[in-house]
């Protein structure tokens, strides 16, 4: 990570020396806000020292992202406060790893989906996560992505009212229910992204979601030769954008899906193929 901050020093040096710089600093603020989305808020904030316009654009960003560093924790406290200082976070990135506490991460999240946040991506490196309550009370909160972390506690007397976007990327649950549980508590969701690894320990990935528009799948990594009943039982009759790429799964099924218009199938069966007393088993354990 120093070698990292070191080079990231040595970039903003370059671009203070810089002839080109000008050429930068006479892009629109639009364009520029949009470079410094994708960057890390700490480098964000490294840009207010290249001149005297990027001092103050800096301020207008929206969009912050935070990687963690193992060797200094106590960096999300300093963010934490960083991110309270702002008065409007309208997307919210997290990559965390296990030193960082939980329930700073709950006050932060709750804090700013609390104003007005629209998008919130939390990567926490295999552990743990439950929904803050936040999620539940306010319904600004469109895009929601999580990545390699294990939900535990999904109620099923609350919902996630405003999320319309939902990503899914090497996710692992307590059980096969809990995919349809957490699916069924997001009444108006559109757009799902699906990605499944050797992390993930679903068999039957349930999709059951009458308002879905858009599916895309990843099932590329996994055991190579999974027991029994492995894959998707999808059921989306809006579905108008559909993409899958499967190479792990041995049971795939579909409902009827009228208002298809796009599609992309890639499925490769090389798994052994299930009995129809597995099929009957698993499907009866979904009712």
Known sequence: MRNQDRRRGIMTNQIRRSPRRGRLSEFPDELLL???SFLPSKDVVATSAISKRWKSLWKEVKKFRYDATPSYPHTFQMFALFIRSRSNVESLQLKLNPNNSRQDIKDLVNYVVARS?????????YKSFEFPQSLYLYPQLETLILEKLSLVDI????????????????????????VTKLLSICPLLEDL???????TNVMVFTIDVPTLKCLSIDNMSGKSRPE???????????????SIKD??????????MP???????????DQPIPTEREKVQSTSSKM
């Open 34 to 36: 949009k470079i410094l």
């Open 247 to 256: 190479t792990f799964s041995n049971y795939v099924r579909f409902g009827y």
């Open 117 to 125: 946040l629209r998008e919130l991506r939390i990567e926490m490196l």
């Open 155 to 178: 109620p099923s007397n609350v919902s996630l009212i405003g999320v319309k976007k939902l990503h899914l990327l090497s996710v692992r649950f307590s059980s096969d229910e809990s």
């Open 228 to 242: 029994g009943v492995h894959g998707f039982v999808i059921n989306a009759p809006s579905l108008r954008c559909f």
């Open 259 to 269: 208002e298809l218009v796009k599609a992309s199938v890639n499925i490769v069966c």
């Open 193 to 199: 992204v699906v990605r499944r690894s050797t992390y």
